[in-house]
């Protein structure tokens, strides 16, 4: 599912989860392959939450992001995401 950037308005998007890792938090992006020894990019920032509709968000490296897809992620989501 793609949903549009609030920020830049790409549609070029990736659902996922956050997890801790000790002090960090890092995002996990669906789609990745069952074992795959790198899983995760780290936050840049804290999260921020609007408080009119309930939005929230954070933001990563996007060059990691891509890395980690490339190397890790599904045929069929890399194809969803143009990589």
Known sequence: MNITCPSCQCKNTVEGDCTFRGPATCFTPDGLKFFTFSTCVDL????????????????????????????????????????
């Open 44 to 83: 840049l920032d804290r999260f921020n939450a609007c408080l009119e509709c309930g939005h929230v968000w954070s933001s990563v490296d996007t060059d990691e992001l891509k890395k980690l897809l490339n190397k890790s992620a599904k045929p069929q989501t890399k194809e969803g995401l143009n990589l």
